[in-house]
């Protein structure tokens, strides 16, 4: 046991380098998530979060290489809450700019971690549903509820166990989320459509009058 003082030694170091590691990659975590919620954030206002945007996608490149070498921090929980947050508002950002959806691979995330993104992005699209119709615009409305309808159509196509993805569960909220919305932009374009009869009877019956 001549060199048992050498061989702790070594794992040693080499467990303070990947707690120094872990410790930076969460405070890295945080900031992509803060800026990714800043641009979902911002975009209801109808921001220009372009920039916000940019600068989550270099936190989340330099990450990707400090964990180069460390992909199991690069796989744990919080890392990979981070990208999926940032996928969520790079999605969204798209959306509603009319542009191509960014693929994983121009984004540095893992296709799970883009997919499960992909999913939260339908709940925030019901917002955006939600303020279409507050403010009355139904045929801006529809359209979003289509757009949340092919989304929904994409996760579904995704049949795996949660070992290789965990979208069950965002499948069934999604699913929920779409029925909500679907009912409640139907009942606003009834109401809207019963409104515009009335509007046209009245016209009607005036005309009759004169």
């Known amino acids: 046991m001549r060199n048992i003082e050498q061989i702790a030694n070594n794992i040693s170091k080499k467990l303070d380098e990947k707690d120094t590691v872990r410790e930076i990659a969460i ?7 803060r800026l990714s919620g800043s641009v979902n954030h911002g975009v209801h206002k109808h921001a220009n979060m ?4 940019q600068e989550a996608l270099e936190e989340a490149e330099r990450l990707q290489n400090l964990l180069e070498e460390h992909q199991e921090i690069w796989s744990s929980g919080i890392v990979q809450d981070a990208l999926q947050e940032l996928s969520e508002a790079a999605i969204v950002l798209a959306l509603l700019a009319g542009r191509d959806l960014p ?14 993104g992909f999913s939260d992005a339908i709940g925030e699209l019901r917002r955006f549903t939600l303020e279409s119709l507050r403010q009355g615009r139904t045929a801006e ?4 509820l289509d757009t949340m309808e092919e989304m929904f159509l994409v996760i579904m196509r995704f049949d795996y166990p949660d070992a290789i993805v965990s979208i069950r569960r965002k499948q069934d909220i999604a699913r929920s989320i779409l ?17 515009e ?8 019956l005036k005309r009759s009058k004169n």
Not at 50 to 53: A, H, L, P, S, Y
Not at 103 to 116: D, I, K, Q
Not at 179 to 195: F, H, I, N, Q, Y
Request: aromatic share 4%; proline share 4%.
């Open 197 to 204: 009869k009335i509007t046209d009877l009245n016209e009607t």
């Open 27 to 33: 405070k890295s975590s945080r900031v992509i998530i």
């Open 103 to 116: 693929e994983p691979e121009e984004l540095n995330v893992p296709e799970t971690s883009y997919l499960m």
């Open 50 to 53: 372009d920039r916000e945007m």
């Open 179 to 195: 029925e909500k919305t679907r009912g409640e932009v139907a009942v606003a374009v009834s109401s809207m459509r019963l409104e």
């Open 141 to 144: 409305a529809e359209q979003y």
